[in-house]
């Protein structure tokens, strides 16, 4: 087995990014796109105006669905560390047609996202600079700063980016367990009430709108794979960078969650959350327990939060949309690396995306933050939960066609197979519950945008057909090679199916069998 790419450097000959990303720093990245601080201060609100008191326990439950998918998840990542993680997985498990499919509604889901962040972040940033300093900024001027300033950090060197990001990243954590903390010292153990975990709290609201909102808070977690290219010993770095952001995160979301429930109480939960004001609540409880320059910090944290969960989103998205370029699945230019080794061409091809839909829609009378941000983030929400069903399927398909040697009875094929239903169940609440998501009502064209997922599925697996059929040296290389080494080297060389590749990494199977993949 070639080790090369397990200390940071490239295999003598074999194109490929420098590997400088540890755990924690994959941790941060993983972090910073799931905002913990804006959930607190925006989603968890909603789930607890809407939901009721059985919050935290939705978010225990969502912290298990999302952990049965990691443990099937991180196999893969152990066996394959080649660049685009979701089309990989499930081009090997369910067939590269099924990739393409995948790939395509990452390409539409993601970018949809990516807008409604960057609406987001400069709607908070106004309404933060106007309460704590008094100063009016047109949100153009912000969405072209947030905009500027994730395009400037993103076509930096990754682990450039980790750093920055890890100091907000830090102060989040920090000022979200001050908070519990604060809490727990006004109201001692009463501030976790175990009715919470009772049925009677599920006479309180609707148990399914708190499961919504809590499984929103997960999405984009899978992105930590798509670091594998440029991770040291990605086999194991990769892994417990998923598992250790998946603790991280679930513990703070329970305790604060949990906590804040005491704050409003548990039978009048909706009501008082909804008197206040749905981040009224949050923002009041925030001022009586850690004071005004609690607030202060609170606000403004929340604005860098913010940011920096743009930055994360970019940085993650840019990297599929090349990996993407390279099996010729997008326009070959996206493919293109700067000497930071940053993926500089998707990186303004997708910022420029969003700032031309932002200001597009803002100029025909669309509300940049009510309207574009609340749609995007639903297809953006329902694009991530189905590929993570797809990639949860995807580890058993593919376990099962290897010797019973290599698979492990929970990892690869119990645990998965649980997780796979459970996202399935969880895209049809989210579907049922499309509305909470974007806060629209179901009927003309809001009714219609779920059907954009499978449309743009069937549109993927009909390319990935069609190149079967007509570019098969293209479907050929599709998802081959477990490394980004061993991809980089197919791709530049002229593929063909006859032709042997002696593959060094550790779950690649000869390249006959690659090509046994439908």
């Known amino acids: 087995m070639n080790t090369d790419h397990l200390t940071g450097a490239s295999p003598a000959g074999a194109p490929g990014p420098r590997r400088t990303l540890t755990t924690s720093k994959i941790i941060v990245l993983i972090i910073a796109a799931l905002t913990p601080l804006s959930v607190v201060g925006s989603t968890m609100p909603l789930g607890l105006a809407f939901g009721g008191p059985t919050t935290p326990l939705m978010f225990i439950v969502a912290g298990c669905i999302i952990g049965l998918f990691c443990v099937g998840y991180s196999q893969m990542v152990q066996r394959i560390t080649r660049p685009g993680a979701f089309y990989n997985y499930i081009a090997r498990g369910l067939g590269r047609p099924a990739g393409v499919g995948a790939a395509m509604i990452a390409v539409v889901g993601y970018p949809a996202g990516l807008t409604a962040s960057f609406t987001a972040s400069a709607f908070v940033a106004q309404e933060t600079l106007h309460s704590l300093f008094g100063i009016t900024v047109g949100w153009p001027w912000l969405v072209a700063v947030q905009i500027g300033i994730a395009t400037l950090l993103c076509y930096r060197r990754i682990d450039f980016n980790a750093r920055v990001v890890m100091v907000v990243v830090a102060c989040e954590v920090a000022l979200i367990v001050a908070l519990v ?72 979301l329970v305790l604060i969650s949990w ?73 070959r230019f996206l493919a293109r690396e700067n000497r930071s080794d940053s993926p500089g061409t998707a990186v303004l091809a997708l910022n420029g995306f969003a700032l031309i839909v932002i200001f597009g829609l803002a100029i025909v009378g669309i509300d940049p933050y009510a309207q574009l941000s609340a749609v995007g983030f639903g297809i953006g929400a329902l694009a991530a939960t189905v590929l993570q069903a797809l990639a949860c399927a995807s580890v058993v398909a593919y376990f099962l066609r290897l010797p019973s040697s290599q698979r492990h ?43 954009a997922v499978p449309i743009v599925f069937t549109i993927g697996v009909t390319f990935g057909l069609w190149l079967k059929r007509n570019k ?43 090509e046994k993949l439908p």
Not at 186 to 213: E, M, N, R
Not at 497 to 510: A, E, L
């Open 409 to 451: 009875w929970w990892k690869t094929l119990v645990a998965p197979t649980l997780g796979t239903a459970l996202l399935v169940i969880a895209v049809v609440i989210e579907l049922r519950g499309f509305t909470w998501i974007t806060g629209a009502p179901m009927h003309g064209l809001v009714a219609l945008l779920p059907w």
């Open 472 to 514: 098969p040296d293209v479907y050929a290389t599709l998802a081959a090679g477990d490394t980004a080494e061993e991809a980089a080297l197919l791709q530049t060389r002229s593929p063909r199916p006859h032709r042997p590749v002696n593959p060094s990494g550790p779950g690649t199977p000869p390249r006959t069998e690659l």
């Open 259 to 331: 906590t804040l429930t005491s704050v409003s109480g548990v039978d009048q939960q909706p009501a008082v959350v909804q008197d206040a004001g749905i981040a009224g609540f949050v923002f009041g409880t925030v001022q009586q327990h850690l004071g005004e320059v609690g607030l202060w910090c609170f606000s403004l944290l929340i604005m860098l939060a913010q940011t920096a969960c743009n930055i994360a989103i970019v940085n993650f998205m840019s990297r599929y949309i090349n990996s993407l370029a390279k099996e010729q699945l997008l326009p």
């Open 181 to 252: 903390v604060a809490i727990v010292a006004a109201k001692g153990l009463q501030a976790f009430p175990l009715s919470v975990f009772t049925p009677h709290a599920f006479t309180i609201g609707q148990w399914t709108v708190a499961f919504i909102f809590a499984i929103l808070c997960y999405q984009g977690y899978e992105a930590g794979a798509l670091y594998a290219p440029e991770a040291i010993n990605p086999e194991k770095t990769v892994p417990r960078a998923l598992y250790g952001a998946l603790i991280l995160l679930t513990a703070l």
